[in-house]
């Protein structure tokens, strides 16, 4: 008898978890071995089960997906991460396959696509929605093959007060900057980071908790 994958639900609302749940275990190679309601418990939970894959909801109460995935992988490495979400973002895709996910799919994708992600990511492969694969390709090119630095503090300082809504003028005023400099910088960081408008950065700067200061 084959052995059977091993999944943990992460997904706070409990309707949906039961659908899952009914879905993967019609499957013979599948078994749910628990089921998490936020980021903390998925997090606990898979020191503690330690499943094949965590099928990952990214909003949360509590710690959300994102957050919950980079710790797991920490904690467990050997754990893959399929993030299954409402979100067809590329910026929250980049995010999570730099966190260490394994996968990402949208919601509204068929049962049959689901369950060939579980069992990619399971078999040691990368599964991503068709709809942002194009998403990597323009990623890898845009960046020449190379992963994106992290930012230095500066940088950080200067995306969070952009993300608080603050003009060139008032970060340069409160960094003791020039307006070119805060210009410069700015650019800098969307150019590491691979963004293209003030919404991704402000969507980043949440993602990281950077407007938390």
């Not at 323009?138 to 093959?145: E, Q």
Request: net charge neutral.
């Amino acid at each position: 008898m084959e052995e059977k994958i091993r999944i943990l639900i992460a997904e706070d609302h409990a309707v949906v978890r039961a659908g899952f749940r009914a879905l993967l275990e019609s499957q013979a190679d599948m078994v749910v071995v628990g089921e998490a309601s936020n980021g903390w418990e998925a997090y606990e939970k898979c020191k503690t089960l330690v499943p094949d894959v965590v099928l990952m909801d990214i909003s949360m109460p509590g710690m959300n997906g994102i957050e919950a995935t980079e710790r797991i992988k920490e904690a467990v490495p050997q754990v893959k991460v399929l993030v299954l979400t409402i979100h067809a973002d590329e910026l929250y895709l980049r995010y999570l396959l730099r966190a260490g996910a394994s996968g990402y799919l949208v919601k509204q994708s068929p049962a049959s696509e689901l369950c060939h992600a579980i069992r990619t990511v399971y078999a040691g492969g990368v599964y991503v929605d068709p709809s942002l694969a194009h998403v990597l390709v323009h990623s890898f090119i845009r960046n020449g093959g190379t992963s994106r630095e992290e930012l230095s503090t500066r940088e950080r300082e200067v995306l969070r007060l952009v993300a608080l809504g603050y003009g060139n003028k008032e970060i340069a005023s409160q960094l003791h900057l020039s307006v070119k400099t805060v210009e410069a910088y700015k650019a800098r960081i969307m150019e590491k980071l691979g963004l293209q408008s003030r919404a991704e950065l402000v969507r980043y700067a949440l993602m990281k908790g950077i407007l938390e200061g």
